[in-house]
């Protein structure tokens, strides 16, 4: 009998984790994990990288920040030799799956710093400085869906570069992420890339919906407002893919993945459940789509591979009641256009006090280490 994961893969869903650590990978956890629980794949955030390095009993990161402090290295510097290590190696552990599948899975993502998510030019030139660092084919640049972003992501991709773009919430600027890959995909065969050699993810965040839409729902206080409770995480994530699908099937896409181009698949993001009274595989199992991927924190990977039913096709079917309950929330007055831009701005903002926290973080391990060394 096969396992629920395995029933996701079968459906054409990738499995990738969203955790990454020196523990992990020395352990060899990581690399168990790809047989035992069919993950293709690794995605990081600033948060994660703040978790492990700011673990205090985790040891494995005690060696090379020595080393780091010794050789009278920054901040900054310490963190960036610390992830791009984390990463390459990790890279390392997938490049089995990687040359498997011809380059679509077996990515572990990088995301430059998110004090640069308002700043084109400084993205971009991060964007190239960690391509180079990891220099790994199977590695994926993380941009975020800002609208300084979007010209970062097109910029990049020209290069020949590939790329995750995180922090996506709108239809709207899920429409301008995939214009900004298509343009990208045209420029870089102009200027004499490879084309399946790029490749590009763009990462729907869905929780993170539910959890504003809920909470205006019951400020609310109406029953109409409560029949509508964690349904717009869903549905958003719904419309993408009907989304994605449209655009992906316009001539303009169809040229380009002619000419060696490959599809920007939708990732599911912020896939954890918030709110306890959901079940925990909630956005796992009722976002099953093909040519999707889905990256969780390891409990919902637990929870999915010890419980998660899934029967098919989760997505397809449900546009139309996907647009119904988009009309329900606006007729009981929930101004999505308001909810996804709050969200997008918070995204950025925690992200940038996660990347603060890390560098206060070596800044005190750096600090201390040096200090034993006198």
Do not use: C
Not at 181 to 201: F, M, P, R, W
Not at 238 to 250: C, D, H, N, S, V
Not at 279 to 297: F, I, K, Q, R, S
Request: glycine share 6%; charged share 20%.
């Amino acid at each position: 009998m096969s396992t629920p994961t395995e029933d996701l893969v079968a459906q054409g869903v990738s499995i990738w984790l969203d955790d990454l650590s020196r523990t992990r990978i020395d352990s060899g956890t990581l690399a168990e994990l790809i047989t035992s629980r069919n993950v293709s794949g690794v995605t990081t955030n600033p948060s994660i990288f703040q978790a492990a390095i700011g673990n205090r009993n985790d040891d494995s990161y005690d060696a090379p920040l020595a080393a780091l402090a010794a050789a009278g290295a920054d901040v900054d510097t310490a963190i960036f030799e610390l992830t791009t290590t984390d990463v390459r190696d990790a890279a390392d552990i997938f490049r089995g799956m990687y040359d498997a599948t011809g380059g679509v899975d077996g990515r572990v993502s990088i995301e430059v710093s998110p004090d640069l998510a308002h700043d084109t030019d400084a993205t971009v030139a991060e964007a190239k400085k960690l391509w180079a660092k990891v220099d790994r084919p199977n590695a994926l640049i993380k941009i975020p869906a800002t609208k300084a972003g979007l010209p970062a992501i097109t910029a990049v991709i020209a290069e020949g570069i590939s790329v995750n773009v995180t922090l996506i919430f709108s239809l709207d600027r899920y429409a301008e992420v995939m214009d900004a890959y298509l343009t990208g995909l045209t420029q870089a065969k102009e200027n004499g890339h490879d084309l399946s050699g790029i490749h590009s993810v763009a990462s729907f965040f869905v929780s993170r919906v539910d959890t504003e839409v809920d909470k205006r729902l019951a400020a609310l206080g109406t029953d109409e407002a409560a029949a509508l409770k964690s349904q717009a995480g869903l549905a958003n994530a719904r419309l993408a893919y009907e989304l994605f699908e449209q655009t992906f099937a316009t001539p303009r896409a169809q040229e380009l993945v002619a000419a060696g181009g490959t599809v920007q698949r939708p990732l599911w993001a912020s896939t954890g459940v918030k709110d306890p009274a959901l079940p925990d595989t909630l956005y796992v199992t009722e976002l099953v789509a093909p040519g999707t991927v889905n990256t969780m924190p390891e409990k919902t990977l637990e929870a999915t591979f010890d419980h998660g039913v899934i029967t098919g096709d989760t997505v397809t079917g449900g546009y139309a009641d996907a647009h119904r309950t988009f009309t329900a929330l606006a007729e009981v007055g929930v101004d999505m256009s308001d909810v996804v831009q709050v969200l997008e701005d918070e995204g950025v903002e925690k992200f940038i006090a996660s990347w603060h926290d890390l560098q206060q973080t070596v800044a005190t391990a750096l600090a201390a280490t040096a200090e034993a060394a006198r």
